[in-house]
């Protein structure tokens, strides 16, 4: 008999922690699960999900003008955001039940409801008062939205609130240059917002391969997005009809809606880690090594609360090592490196390994550069200037692939499969000895060309 009321506690129930804790209730663990919110997660209620929803929704305008190219009378349209928004909602819940059935039918027990520590054992159920004892923990509380504290920043939404609005605003203004900022304002704007994006720095997606910086970008003005650079915000005023925004560069933007996507941290604050003694980083990430163990040596954490890679596949995939390492008797750790991922901009953009910069850093002058520019044969069609951009990035005798960017329609699509020739250390050999499929989009990456000579992308 075990001397504590779990073998496993897992506080959150978002992509890491279900899977972690479905898996060990699949082993015949004791599994307690708390979740304070609704489960699934921030993928699931708040974030990849309803979003990708919303990016569908917003692609439809496009479409139905891009038909009338290709002989269809579509005659008057409108959009109806609350359809769109409650359609999204109802799918929601039927998505978070799942999660908690998955959990439950496993024979793991659910808590819907806050969990703090007492002390490295101990939980505390914060609404019922229950105490609870785990023989592990698990830490998968994920992240929150973040925002400067600039005066009337209670005017502003987070992404957490974009999805539930009441009504759509005539004009949007975002803050940010990152993920959620440029996903944002393709949904808006897609969806007949008059969309203004505000990014402090010069190009959007920091991180990002420079070139694919630029032509998100160009995309961006494609989809009569107004971008503003090298601007922070430093106030927000309430006027009778809307909004004013104030920069530190001394202009002024009315609105009817501000989103501030200004960043995320991770969810740790109140969650008694102290009490604990679980250490914490500067930016209250939870600090663990490369089995996803903390400070102590039975309370683990996955998923965005460590800010290792945020995304919801390495949140799973954390899960799973963390399960094999405590629970199967196989210490596995799992590889963070040539993590594909999208980012669902209009047209969206799919990448894989390093950046041109990281390359170079990498790899020195032993990098070559293949790259392409076209329109698709739809956009062709419809009259439509938005292009695509794919750029292969290789190093060594070999040409080992090290690096794929593509933005274009389709490309979180086709970034999944290349990024199985990118893990696999695959050579640009074997991309040009492969058959292209035509006519595709993605059959130009079987037939890329180097870049041309002292084209010089690096600048920022
Ligand atoms: P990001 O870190 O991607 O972007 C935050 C943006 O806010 C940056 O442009 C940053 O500027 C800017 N910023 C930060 N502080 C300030 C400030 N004080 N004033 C003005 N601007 C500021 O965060 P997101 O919230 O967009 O996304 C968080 C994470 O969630 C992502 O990194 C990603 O891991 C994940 N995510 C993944 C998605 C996907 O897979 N498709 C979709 C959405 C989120 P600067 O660049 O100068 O730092």
């Not at 692609?59 to 769109?84: C, E, H, M, R």
């Not at 991922?341 to 969206?348: D, E, K, L």
Request: net charge neutral; glycine share 12%; charged share 25%.
């Amino acid at each position: 008999m075990s001397d504590y009321d779990f073998d496993l506690f897992v506080i959150g129930a978002g992509s890491g922690g279900v899977r972690a804790g479905r898996l060990a209730a699949q082993l015949g663990k004791k599994v307690g699960v708390a979740e304070e919110s609704l489960p699934g997660g921030t993928c699931v209620v708040r974030g990849c999900v309803p979003k990708k929803y919303l990016v569908y929704g917003a692609d439809f305008g496009g479409a139905i003008k891009d038909a009338q190219k290709y002989g269809w009378n579509v005659g008057d349209v409108s959009f109806d955001w609350p359809t769109l928004r409650d359609s999204i909602q109802k799918e929601v819940s039927r998505l978070s039940g799942i999660y908690s059935t998955l959990l439950e039918k496993n024979g793991a027990e659910v808590f819907r409801e806050r969990a703090e520590f007492v002390d490295e054992h101990t939980i505390k159920l914060v609404k019922s008062g229950k105490t609870k004892t785990a023989k592990t923990i698990l830490i998968a509380t994920g992240g929150r939205p973040w925002a400067p504290e600039i005066p009337g920043i209670e005017h502003a939404i987070v992404s957490d609130d974009a999805f539930t609005l009441d009504e759509l605003p005539e004009r949007v203004l975002i803050i940010g240059g990152g993920y959620i900022a440029c996903e944002f304002a393709g949904i808006y704007s897609g969806l007949g917002c008059k969309t203004t994006q505000v990014y402090r720095g010069g190009r959007l997606l920091r991180g990002f391969d420079p070139e694919i910086r630029d032509e998100v970008g160009i995309a961006q003005e494609n989809n009569g997005i107004t971008t503003k650079f090298n601007a922070s915000p430093t106030g927000i005023k309430k006027t009778g009809g809307g909004f004013i925004v104030t920069f530190d560069d001394g202009s002024k933007i009315g609105t009817d809606l501000v989103f501030m996507a200004t960043g995320r941290k991770p969810n740790t604050n109140g969650l008694g880690l102290e009490n604990a003694g679980v250490e914490v980083a500067e930016n209250g990430a939870v600090k663990v090594d490369k089995y996803s163990k903390t400070s102590k040596a039975n309370i683990y954490a996955v998923g965005d609360v460590t800010d290792r890679v945020n995304l919801t596949p390495v949140a799973i995939r954390e899960g799973m090592a963390f399960i094999d390492t405590v629970f199967n008797k196989n210490k596995t750790a799992y590889d963070h490196t040539n993590v594909p991922s999208a980012v669902f901009t209009r047209p969206p953009i799919g990448v894989v390994g390093l950046t041109e910069p990281e390359a170079r850093e990498k790899h020195g002058d032993d990098v070559t550069i293949y790259s392409c520019h076209f329109r698709t044969m739809k956009n062709v069609l419809a009259e439509k200037p938005q292009r695509v951009f794919m750029k292969l990035i290789t190093t060594g005798e070999k040409e080992t692939v090290v690096g794929i960017h593509i933005l274009g329609d389709d490309s979180p699509e086709i970034i999944q499969a290349l990024g199985i020739c990118v893990k696999g250390g695959l050579t640009k050999e074997h991309f040009d000895k492969t058959c292209a499929v035509h006519p595709t989009t993605a059959e130009e990456i079987v037939t890329m060309k180097p870049r041309e000579p002292n084209k010089n992308t690096l600048v920022s």
